[in-house]
């Protein structure tokens, strides 16, 4: 990981964006604006699932009346999504958004711009200049021969120009393209050429998995290279999946601390002992439901698990119909293989409830002992090479020697 890329600072509400503050998870409603009850509800769940931001559209003039009585309702601070029409983004900045996003590509008029712009440096609230690849200004697309890297940030930069001729420079950009590698060399591009605050984002990524990838691949990328002060994955989906999966990827790259469950299972093989996919799965749904901050483990099998996973708050390992339930790589319990999920469950409320070191304390007497057995008793049924990898290396030479 590289450091992160020195940016200004900007408040979005009471939520910093840039500068020193960590980095930060958007989405987006899909409900109509109007529905004042409804998108209430998904903002409320989008908060819960690690959304800092919320963006609605604010498409009508009925939308605009919506954020009137959304805004002071929300949990976190709302932004308005702003096409073609600039009146909107003065009616949205009326009803008390916390920010605007402007698509220089549909709102070209300069004396719209700066209307706009003078309003918001009035209530000082920030605008996204939200470049998209897919509505890039025509005039830019024929001039860069097509949405290449250069005409994203060319676009930006002359809607930051527009607004500097009227003092306004509360701004965070975002130079979005579905196409992965274009959105890289653009965001690359950007941050060599400004300070403002970058939102990054895989524009029309799509529906998981394949839009999980794409977003991961190309969000990912620029944040290992510092680059990128708030990010937004744009799924075909129910958007609580999205501000889930983009806290995540902060969680995974170390940018944000883990606020929830994180499971990790080996990808089992020839020593499996149980099925680790299935108990992974029950694993994972009972523990996520239950909203545990704890890393735990599944492994398929008491001889490698336990050594394997010893940094894991919580494991378990199967083992001659056993489970073997370890608390950073001691192994504390054993219970029937059938009460395996059941037993991790149970100790990592335990765990939460009591800490790590008292659970320690209170392990079994015997387990210790009863796993070291049940390892012993493997390693001399399969040997130390459970795959046969060494028996298949001399059938292969045998048939293509
Ligand atoms: S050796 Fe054991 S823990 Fe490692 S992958 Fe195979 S079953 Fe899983």
Do not use: W
């Not at 509800?41 to 009346?65: F, H, K, M, S, W």
């Not at 008491?302 to 192994?331: S, Y």
């Amino acid at each position: 990981m590289r450091p992160r890329r020195h940016t200004r600072q900007i408040h979005v509400g009471p939520v910093a964006v840039g500068g020193d503050a960590p980095v930060t998870v958007q989405s987006m409603t899909t409900t109509r604006t109007a529905d004042v009850d409804g998108t209430l509800a998904q903002i409320y769940a989008l908060a819960a699932a690690g959304a800092d931001i919320v963006r609605c559209t604010c498409n009508e003039e009925e939308a605009a009346e919506g954020l009137a009585r959304i805004v002071p309702r929300s949990p976190v601070p709302i932004v308005a999504d702003i096409h073609f029409q600039y009146r909107l983004a003065l009616g949205a900045l009326e009803a008390g958004v916390a920010a605007l996003r402007l698509n220089p590509g549909n709102i070209r008029r300069p004396d719209h711009i700066r209307a706009v712009a003078s309003e918001a440096r009035d209530r000082g609230v920030p605008i996204r200049i939200g470049v998209n690849g897919g509505s890039l200004d025509p005039d830019l697309y024929e001039r860069f021969g097509g949405a290449t890297p250069e005409a994203l940030v060319a676009s930006a930069v002359h809607e930051l120009a527009l607004f500097e001729e009227v003092g306004f420079r509360d701004v965070k950009i975002s130079v979005k393209a579905s196409s992965v590698p274009l959105m890289i060399d653009a965001y690359r591009l950007m941050s060599e050429t400004t300070d403002h605050p970058l939102h990054l984002g895989v524009t029309e990524a799509g529906p998981p998995p394949h839009g999980l990838i794409k977003s991961v691949a190309g969000i990912g990328t620029l944040l290992a290279e510092g680059i990128g002060d708030t990010i937004r994955f744009s799924l075909t989906a129910d958007p609580v999946e999205e501000a889930r999966a983009g806290r995540k990827l902060l969680e995974v790259l170390g940018l944000r601390e883990r606020k929830g469950l994180d499971l990790i299972a080996c990808p089992s093989c020839g020593r499996a002992e149980v099925d680790v996919i299935r108990v992974a799965r029950e694993a994972e749904a009972a523990l996520a439901e239950r909203n545990i901050p704890l890393q735990v483990a599944v492994m398929g099998c008491v001889v490698n698990g336990p050594g394997e996973a010893r940094e894991a708050d919580l494991g378990i390992a199967a083992g001659r119909g056993k489970g073997h339930l370890f608390v950073r790589g001691q192994v504390v319990r054993v219970v029937p293989e059938a009460e395996m999920v059941d037993a991790l469950v149970e100790e990592a409320e335990r765990i939460t409830a009591e800490g790590i070191d008292a659970r320690l304390a209170a392990a079994d007497a015997g387990a210790a002992a009863e796993a070291a057995a049940a390892r012993a008793e493997l390693l001399a049924l399969q040997g130390t090479d459970a795959n046969d990898d060494a028996g298949r290396i001399a059938r292969v030479r045998d048939v293509a020697g």
